[in-house]
């Protein structure tokens, strides 16, 4: 049980230290991206989608496309490789969001900490 227990409290560390690097990470993009009125939208679970769309030049909301089964998949595909490509990184990154999610997320850590990242659109 103890065992259980540490690997969870692991987890939540874990889980808890990419969502600040994150937060900071998406913050610094909106940023370097010329739109740091919406960097505190980063830290809100929703929010951060809606702040996504925006540094691609779309509503905000089409985030209710969401809530429709397959168009989700679909749509979130689609916007993470204009997201991608707005910050000048191919879109076959994608391809790690969908087959290694976490190396995917250090990696938009490793871009929004970076000095050298640009925006494109």
């Known amino acids: 049980m ?3 227990t540490g690997f969870t409290g692991v987890f939540w560390l874990f889980a808890l230290v990419l ?4 937060g900071i990470a998406f913050m610094r993009l909106a940023g370097i991206a010329g739109r740091p009125e919406i960097g505190w939208m980063a830290w809100i679970p929703i929010a951060s989608t809606i702040q996504q769309l925006l540094l691609i030049k779309k509503s905000g909301w089409l985030v209710f496309l969401l809530i429709i089964p397959i ?3 679909i749509m979130m595909i689609i916007w993470q490789v ?6 000048g990184k191919s879109g076959a990154f994608v391809l790690l969001a969908i087959f290694v999610a976490p190396v995917y997320e250090i990696l938009w850590i490793i871009w929004g900490l970076s000095d050298t990242t640009v925006y494109r659109l």
């Not at 204009?82 to 910050?87: C, E, G, I, P, S």
């Open 19 to 22: 969502y600040v690097l994150n």
């Open 2 to 4: 103890a065992v259980v």
């Open 82 to 87: 204009n997201l991608l490509n707005a910050f």
């Open 71 to 73: 168009v989700n998949i």
